[in-house]
């Protein structure tokens, strides 16, 4: 995706009189002029400035730009500025800044107008079936950009300022996605998710409600759950049927009439079949009642499947590998999307298969050339409380299932693994025990009490909660039960962030390579509660009937 280097300036109300509107300096009482003084940090007035003024409702074309460039003494104006919403920017090399004049007076609060250091901002925006891009507007300012085959974007140099960004379809006034931005003095605002529109409930013609049991008879829930992905299973008499392709114009609806993120991850029209993640903002414990509702029937809508604002970083997630199918890069090379906003993907090698699991799809490891890696940054495994969980299936005691290293090979400094094998050299205990492995002297273990059965599908949750600046307390779970660990994980260095995450590849100090299925590789940079991990378990497992659908 290209950089972008944008001119963007300020500007104030200018007075033909020598006297202004109480409370509203720069402003004449019945020319609507424009002026203002620019100076920088230090309060010297910024000499060559440019400055711009355009509606708000501006889209990058140049008809309705006002331009001008400060003089000598940092000043400019415009001597008439015609009623409406104005959007106002400064921009010199490296500072500027961006303002929203008041919708009345079109006035400021100052007659001078301090820059800042510029910033940027990047995002994604879930593009629409049959689309490889998409453009990206933001109003107020003469850009147009274009995202790349993924959906993101990037601009840069732009002053700090509140932006109002939007994503539409090319040659149309199609919106797709949008949202208001905030930049800040030399920062890059990251993350930042553009998402379709919101439409009425009345513009869709299906509907049911989905109902939530968490009491003694369903899920038995024994604490309210905040941001958690639920896991809604559709098949058959459940599935949407009629539905745009893809499942498009599915939307979910809280109790209270607020739309609800969620992630399509499977959808099969022929088989009426689905898998669809929606994010409850609480799960009540103890409730046999609450309940939201999915809708469908509009096939003008475009989809409101985004992956990102399910599994959102503000909610702790750092990773989530759904393992369940592949998609394309830019190069046509096979890839595992990250569904967080973090962009974590990885790199699929070898011979691709794909088994069943509890969750529909899962990736089977050959115990040879299969194998899953990717950058992975933001992630802490050393000296932060983290939740690490998976579903294995594997026929290969001592198999080595995930590793963070500098090569897949490599043994060293920083590094991580999880493996079948008791406290030893991986090599001399290869067994059925799973063990989370750190770098030291001797190396650092922490090792669930409970083996796994050969052949069966398990899901296996590793959580580590610091009690320091540099130790921590791990605890396994099997199946969403906690197990009794032995080893506790202490005084391990700091993640090295260019280390790689690899699943089913490396076999450091003997280890074998690992055989078998996975599914659902996810990270979070927080120790979850023991009730999250259980409900998580069931709901993915599909085994207790707490879901129910009228």
């Known amino acids: 995706m290209r950089l972008l280097r944008l001119c963007v300036l300020m500007l104030a109300f200018f007075s033909c009189a020598k006297h202004d509107v109480a409370g509203k300096p720069g402003v004449d009482e019945t020319s609507n002029g424009l002026a203002a003084v620019v100076v920088d940090s230090a309060n010297v007035p910024v000499v060559g400035a440019r400055v711009n003024v355009r509606p708000c409702v501006f889209a990058g074309d140049s ?38 004049l008041d919708s009345v007076t079109r006035g400021l609060a100052s007659d001078s107008l301090h820059l800042a250091p510029l910033g940027a901002m990047q995002g994604s925006v879930p593009l629409p079936p049959g689309l490889m891009r998409v453009e990206i507007q933001v109003l107020g300012l003469a850009i147009v950009v274009w995202t790349n085959a993924n959906g993101y974007f990037q601009l840069d140099s732009l002053p700090p300022g509140t932006y109002s960004i939007r994503a539409v379809i090319p040659g149309t006034d199609s919106v797709v996605g949008a949202s208001d931005v905030a930049v800040l003095t030399g920062e890059t605002t990251s993350q930042i998710v553009l998402l379709p529109p919101l439409q009425s409930t009345d513009a869709f013609s299906h509907s049911f409600s989905v109902i939530f049991n968490t009491s003694a008879t369903g899920a038995a829930l024994t604490e309210n759950l905040y941001h958690v992905p639920v896991l809604l299973r559709l098949d058959s008499t459940e599935f949407p049927r009629g539905a745009s392709f893809g499942g498009a114009d599915l939307r979910a609806y809280s109790a209270q009439g607020f739309e609800l993120p969620l992630e399509i991850q499977a959808w099969d029209s022929v088989s009426r079949s689905a898998r669809v993640w929606v994010r409850l903002d609480t799960l009540n414990a103890n409730d046999s009642i609450q309940n939201i509702t999915l809708r469908w029937g509009n096939h003008l809508a475009v989809s409101h499947s985004f992956p990102a604002s399910v599994f959102d970083t503000t909610d702790g997630w750092d990773l989530v590998w759904h393992l369940s199918n592949a998609t394309l890069d830019s190069s046509f090379r096979p890839r595992i999307p990250d569904a967080t906003a973090w962009k974590n993907d990885a790199k699929l090698q070898g011979m691709t298969l794909w088994v069943l699991s509890p969750l529909g799809q899962s990736l089977y490891f050959d115990g040879n050339l299969t194998s899953v890696s990717g950058a992975a940054a ?150 979850r509660s023991d009730a999250w991990i259980h409900l998580n378990y069931l709901n993915q497992a599909g085994l207790t009937p707490w879901i129910h659908y009228r």
Not at 63 to 85: E, H, I, M, Q, Y
Request: charged letters at 20%.
């Open 378 to 527: 933001n992630v802490e495994l050393g000296r932060r409380s983290f939740t690490l969980e998976f579903w294995m299936q594997t026929d290969v005691k001592g198999a080595m299932i995930f590793n963070r290293a500098h090569s897949d090979e490599a043994w060293n400094h920083h590094h991580r693994m999880i493996l079948l094998g008791k406290p030893a050299f991986p090599a001399a205990t290869l067994d059925w025990y799973p063990s989370f492995v750190g770098w030291g002297s001797p190396n650092i273990y922490a090792t669930c009490s409970t083996a796994v059965d050969s052949s069966a599908w398990v899901h296996m949750t590793l959580r580590r909660t610091m009690q320091g600046a540099d130790s921590g307390l791990s605890q396994w779970f099997l199946n969403g039960m906690p197990m009794a660990t032995t080893g506790t994980i202490s005084e391990l260095e700091l993640d090295d962030p260019i280390d790689s995450l690899f699943l089913g590849k490396g076999a450091p100090e003997g280890g074998r390579k690992f055989r078998g299925s996975l599914a659902e590789f996810r990270i979070s940079r927080m120790a």
């Open 63 to 100: 008809v309705s730009t006002r331009s001008a460039v400060t003089d000598a003494d940092g000043k400019f104006k415009f001597d008439t500025l015609p009623t409406g919403n104005w959007c106002l920017q400064v921009q010199t090399q490296n500072q500027g800044s961006f303002i929203t």
